[in-house]
Nanobody
């Protein structure tokens, strides 16, 4: 069993930056970030493999967001740059339990609000 603890969300203005963290209680394989805005479906943001060898970004955030991980700390990060009001959402951390497996573990979510 792996528990995920997220932090770093907050209220910022358009153009500002935030850094989200997700600490896992144990080893994980691929980890990812999703987000969900009120009235919208959950949206994929980025995934990052266990050795950081494969990072995939959604087109909506590519070039603005940057994912990284520290496997020694079982922690992933999401650097949010050039934030836009449309980035406002609850951001969720997810982790796979097996190599190539589905996302079995999810965090509680952290709110990111961007004002214009």
């Amino acid at each position: 069993q792996v528990q995920l603890v997220e932090s770093g969300g907050g209220l910022v203005q358009a153009g500002d930056s935030l850094r989200l963290s997700c600490a896992a209680s144990g080893r994980t394989f691929t980890m990812a970030w999703f987000r969900q805005a009120p009235g919208k479906q959950r949206e994929f943001v980025v995934s990052i493999s266990g050795n950081s060898g494969n990072i995939r970004y959604a087109n909506s955030v590519k070039g603005r967001f940057a994912a990284s991980r520290d496997d020694a700390k079982n922690t992933v990060y999401l650097q949010l740059n050039s934030l836009k009001p449309e980035d406002t959402a609850v951001y969720y951390c997810a982790a796979g339990a097996t190599f190539g497996g589905n996302y079995a573990y999810w965090g509680q979510g952290t709110q990111v609000t961007v004002s214009s």
